[in-house]
């Protein structure tokens, strides 16, 4: 298979891998508020809602949970952090937004481990 063939897969179980964690809170009671959402400081996976708190949510997929969770790297956390704090920048509380950081994690069969408040700034 081809490099760009596997970049093409690896971007389309991405985009699935974040519709069933999204489909999860859902589920749950959550409200969606952006997928995807790009700033300056970089890319938030998923932002949903839980009343008045932001839920930021990284999204990582791979064969098994502990290999998804390896591929958190510091670098993208200080970048998520950083979109965070634009993305509520246009909240009503500003900074002062109450807000929570997960990490989704997806394995090589769909299925969907949710750590709450896995990352704090």
């Known amino acids: ?5 596997r970049g ?8 699935e891998a974040e519709r069933s964690v999204a489909r999860d809170y859902l589920k749950r009671g959550y409200k969606f508020a ?4 790009r700033a300056r400081g970089g890319e938030i ?4 809602r839980w009343g008045d708190k932001v839920v ?3 999204v990582k997929q791979s064969r098994t949970h502990s290999r998804a969770a390896e591929r958190l790297l510091a670098e993208q956390m200080t970048r998520l952090f950083q979109a965070a704090s634009e993305f509520v920048a246009n909240e009503p509380a500003g900074q002062d937004t109450d807000m929570r950081f997960d990490v989704a994690l997806v394995d090589g069969t769909g299925r969907v481990e949710i750590i709450e408040n896995a990352l704090v700034t």
């Open 8 to 15: 093409r897969m690896g971007y389309h179980a991405g985009i």
């Open 45 to 48: 996976d998923l932002v949903m």
């Open 56 to 58: 930021f949510i990284e």
């Open 34 to 37: 952006a997928h995807r959402f």
């Open 1 to 5: 298979m081809s490099r760009s063939a």
